[in-house]
Nanobody
Framework: EVQLVESGGGLVQPGGSLRLSCAASGFTFGNYAMTWVRQAPGKGLEWVSNINSGGVYTSYADSVKGRFTISRDNAKNTLFLQMNSLKPEDTAVYYC??????RGQGTQVTVSS
């Protein structure tokens, strides 16, 4: 069974940083591209970032480019999202996901003073 479990969310002040993790199991993690998406209160899912299976190629939404960094550790079956210079508009539930649409339960990120 495919499982994706996000962690690392929390409450942070504007300008702060958080590092999200996604522990994957039930599939050969290193064979798949991975994605972070988010959902702000009252809004739809928003794509945040992609990374290819080998971790070499990455892409970002314009709203997070230069502030967020996606990475992965295939030996540990774990996906990461380093978030710096956080803004209130980054407040959302963050999910890691496969291209199939499978995603975890999410982790809440709240940026507020």
């Amino acid at each position: 069974e495919v499982q994706l479990v996000e962690s690392g969310g929390g409450l942070v002040q504007p300008g702060g940083s958080l590092r999200l993790s996604c522990a994957a199991s039930g599939f050969t993690f290193g064979n798949y591209a991975m994605t972070w998406v988010r959902q702000a209160p009252g809004k739809g899912l928003e794509w945040v970032s992609n990374i290819n299976s080998g971790g070499v190629y990455t892409s970002y939404a314009d709203s997070v480019k230069g502030r967020f960094t996606i990475s992965r550790d295939n030996a540990k079956n774990t996906l990461f999202l380093q978030m710096n210079s956080l803004k209130p508009e980054d407040t959302a539930v963050y999910y890691c996901a496969l291209a199939s649409g499978t995603r975890g339960q999410g982790t809440q990120v709240t940026v507020s003073s």
